[in-house]
């Protein structure tokens, strides 16, 4: 009989999980305790990039990852995709001349553009900076939808999604997991992965075993949509922003998100105001607010990706990361190999759960 798959969390990771593992006709159920992309994957900037890494092999699995992005377009005939390219220019002078050159180093795609061509590109900013990096390969995506299409591709090749299962605890022995135990009762499996996110921590520490996690809350703005016109994802020093399909300014409610090691948020409604007043700043245009969305972002311990078997538990597996938005691809198509018993994709080899794993005493 064709062992049975159980992941946990039906954000992003789990979805492309379980897209991955049905194209390769693998026995698959999702089981979710809430809605799908009800947590940080429903509430991401969904900037797609290479151009932030936190040293060269995470460098290199995010480019390999947006290459994969382009494939998942072309398999699921998704058209969420922006490929609206990047203007960046979060840094200035020496810092500046250092990521173009470190970049360029890397081989991945850039240039520079003086003020007359970011003019030409973005007439709406008010203030067009001397110059700037354009990464032409750079995207965004809206990743909730992204996330439902990857179920449904999944489920129309045999997949199954649990929704509103509750309190899911692996369930396991000295020979391994058998299965996930929810408020609804006992769901036998050969192999558990876990997509909580940061739900992982409490998950893994039923099972006795420690994971250390950084508090890293976050805040995405929203504005209705307005008639001016964005052409590209912007990463300003103060400020980074994209326009949606809609037309709305889609924009984190901190300065350069990516890098940010905020523990804590501020009053959301004051929050909101400062993000406003610095987009008007920029793009000399007062904006109405629509929305603003609180989530926790699930970085591990050392900040960079988790991904594949838990130590000392046979059949259990776990992906936790921040940048799931870029890095989803390569983890799903990376993990469903390791589940079935091939090796990891070498991009992701270094980043085994080993390091942050601890076991209880």
Same mark, same amino acid.
């Given at each position: 009989?064709?062992?049975?798959?159980?992941?946990?969390?039906?954000?992003?990771?789990?979805?492309?999980?379980?897209?991955?593992?049905?194209?390769?006709?693998?026995?698959?159920?999702?089981?979710?305790?809430? %809605?799908?992309?009800?947590?940080?994957?429903?509430?991401?900037?969904?900037?797609?990039?290479?151009?932030?890494?936190?040293?060269?092999?995470?460098?290199?699995?995010?480019?390999?990852?947006?290459?994969?992005?382009?494939?998942?377009?072309?398999?699921?005939?998704?058209?969420?995709?922006?490929?609206?390219?990047?203007?960046?220019?979060?840094?200035?002078?020496?810092?500046?001349?250092?990521?173009?050159?470190?970049?360029?180093?890397?081989?991945?795609?850039?240039?520079?553009?003086?003020?007359?061509?970011?003019?030409?590109?973005?007439?709406?900013?008010?203030?067009?900076?001397?110059?700037?990096?354009?990464?032409?390969?750079?995207?965004? =995506?809206?990743?909730?939808?992204?996330?439902?299409?990857?179920?449904?591709?999944?489920?129309?090749?045999?997949?199954?999604?649990?929704?509103?299962?509750?309190?899911?605890? =692996?369930?396991?022995?000295?020979?391994?997991?058998?299965?996930?135990?929810?408020?609804?009762?006992?769901?036998?499996?050969?192999? =558990?992965?876990?997509?909580?996110?940061?739900?992982?921590?409490?998950?893994?520490?039923?099972?006795?075993?420690?994971?250390?996690?950084?508090?890293?809350?976050?805040?995405?703005?929203?504005?209705?949509?307005?008639?001016?016109?964005?052409?590209?994802?912007?990463?300003?020093?103060?400020?980074?922003?994209?326009?949606?399909?809609?037309?709305?300014?889609?924009?984190?409610?901190?300065?350069?998100?990516?890098?940010?090691?905020?523990?804590?948020?501020?009053?959301?409604?004051?929050?909101?105001?400062?993000?406003?007043?610095?987009?008007?700043?920029?793009?000399?245009?007062? %904006?109405?607010?629509?929305?603003?969305?609180?989530?926790?972002?699930? =970085?591990?311990?050392?900040?960079?990706?988790?991904?594949?078997?838990?130590?000392?538990?046979?059949?259990?597996?776990?992906?936790? %990361?921040?940048?799931?938005?870029?890095?989803?691809?390569?983890?799903?198509?990376?993990?469903?190999?390791?589940?079935?018993?091939?090796?990891?994709?070498?991009?992701?080899?270094?980043?085994?759960?080993?390091?942050?794993?601890?076991?209880?005493?």
């Amino acid at each position: 009989m064709t062992s049975r798959i159980l992941i946990l969390g039906a954000g992003l990771i789990g979805a492309g999980l379980a897209y991955e593992l049905s194209c390769r006709r693998a026995r698959v159920t999702v089981i979710e305790a809430a %809605l799908p992309a009800g947590g940080a994957s429903g509430r991401s900037f969904g900037w797609i990039n290479a151009s932030f890494s936190l040293n060269p092999a995470h460098f290199r699995a995010r480019l390999a990852a947006m290459a994969l992005h382009r494939r998942w377009q072309g398999d699921l005939g998704f058209d969420g995709y922006r490929a609206q390219g990047c203007l960046w220019w979060e840094e200035t002078g020496a810092a500046f001349d250092a990521l173009a050159r470190d970049l360029s180093g890397q081989g991945y795609p850039l240039r520079e553009v003086s003020r007359a061509g970011i003019v030409q590109r973005e007439p709406a900013l008010r203030r067009p900076p001397p110059r700037a990096l354009l990464f032409d390969a750079e995207a965004s =995506v809206d990743a909730a939808d992204l996330t439902r299409h990857l179920l449904a591709a999944a489920c129309a090749r045999g997949a199954e999604v649990l929704q509103g299962c509750g309190a899911a605890r =692996v369930i396991h022995g000295p020979g391994g997991v058998s299965g996930v135990g929810t408020l609804q009762g006992l769901i036998a499996a050969d192999q =558990v992965i876990l997509a909580t996110g940061t739900g992982t921590p409490a998950t893994l520490g039923d099972a006795g075993i420690g994971f250390a996690m950084l508090h890293r809350p976050g805040a995405i703005l929203r504005t209705r949509p307005v008639a001016l016109r964005i052409n590209h994802i912007l990463a300003s020093p103060k400020q980074e922003l994209r326009q949606d399909a809609t037309g709305a300014i889609v924009a984190p409610a901190a300065e350069l998100h990516q890098q940010s090691a905020e523990e804590t948020l501020g009053r959301p409604d004051r929050m909101a105001q400062a993000t406003l007043a610095r987009l008007a700043d920029l793009l000399g245009q007062e %904006l109405q607010f629509d929305s603003l969305t609180l989530a926790q972002r699930p =970085v591990p311990g050392d900040g960079l990706p988790c991904v594949g078997a838990v130590p000392g538990v046979p059949g259990l597996y776990m992906a936790v %990361l921040h940048s799931g938005v870029t890095l989803a691809p390569l983890v799903a198509a990376s993990l469903a190999r390791q589940v079935l018993g091939r090796a990891p994709l070498s991009e992701l080899a270094g980043f085994s759960p080993d390091r942050l794993i601890r076991r209880a005493p």
